[in-house]
């Protein structure tokens, strides 16, 4: 059965796509799964992408003409069969994939699913040599659900770390995870998307978006968990506080021994601190009302947010 395709330029919150099941699962490092529901019920403009992303796009053709002639050189043929097609699930018609670049190696019938990324340097301890399948799971995940959308049973995953470094990843389809990540999709999609019921949060960023209003009732009623985990963060909180002051007199005793040095070496001859002088900007916003107050008021806002704040409650009784 041939493959269902989706035009350039869809609304990609009607569709749960490859780039979104780690989220679903709640290991994407860069989006929770309330991060996700809210871009589905109220997605963001294209131009909001994060510059990091924007990025790996652009290097996208770079990456797939360096992955060909590797595996070229490895002696393998290799037929370009397309690149960014978007499919449809034959199922589900909220799941979807879109495949960076598609080949056929050696003329073999069945075709390849690959996944391009840019990996900046400092990531290279995340994943292992290339040809084995050390790599970060999400990205696993990102490539198996695409294995799943389009009924296929190989990928690769190619990563270019810094400029010139590429590694080939393959994955190989296991039907049971497969349709793990099938299931928890369906459900995410069903219960939260379809039903308007966002996830339970997982971050504190996550409750400042969830929870933004104060609610109707004024106060909670600690129960024994509640109330060992207020205790156990007044407790954590006098720790950080004593820890801090007492950092302030180390400080000040470097400093004093400083005097007007910029920089303290060990007897490795290693710099362990240093102390310079540095120059920045800042707008003097009370001269600024004084000189131009119209202008001040013009670009003056009002903010509101909920701000969590610990009382120095009674334990008596607790």
Known sequence: MALQTIAPGHD???????????????????????????????????????????????????????????????????????????YRDPQHDFMAAEIDFEVRLDGAEEITNVELKTVHPFKMKEWGESDTDHMPTHYTAQVMWGLGVTGRKNGILAALFGADELRAYPVDRDEETVQALRSRGADFWGNHVRAGV??????????????????????????????????????????????EAEAEVLEFQIRKAMGTNTQVLMPNG?????????????????????????????????????????????????
């Open 198 to 243: 966002p996830p339970d949060p997982i971050s504190i960023r996550d409750t400042d978006r969830l929870f933004y209003e104060d609610g109707e009732a004024d106060a909670l009623q600690a129960d024994p968990a509640l109330s060992e985990w207020l205790m156990r963060m007044r407790f954590i909180r006098a720790e950080i506080k004593a820890r």
């Open 270 to 318: 290693k710099a362990a601190c240093e102390w310079k002088a540095r120059t920045g900007t800042y707008i003097d916003e009370a001269e600024l009302k004084k000189a131009h107050p119209k202008i001040a008021r013009q670009f003056t806002r009002k903010w509101e947010k909920r701000v969590f704040n610990l009382k120095h409650f009674d334990t008596t009784g607790i």
């Open 12 to 86: 990609r919150a009607k569709y749960l796509g490859g780039s979104d099941i780690a989220a679903v699962l709640g290991i994407s490092p860069w989006k929770t799964p309330l991060d996700l529901y809210l871009d589905k019920i109220k997605p963001r403009a294209e131009g909001e992408r994060k510059p990091v992303l924007t990025r790996g796009i652009r290097w996208e053709g770079v990456v797939s003409e360096m992955l060909v002639e590797r595996l070229e050189a490895d002696g393998h043929s290799v037929e370009i069969v397309g690149s960014n097609n978007r």
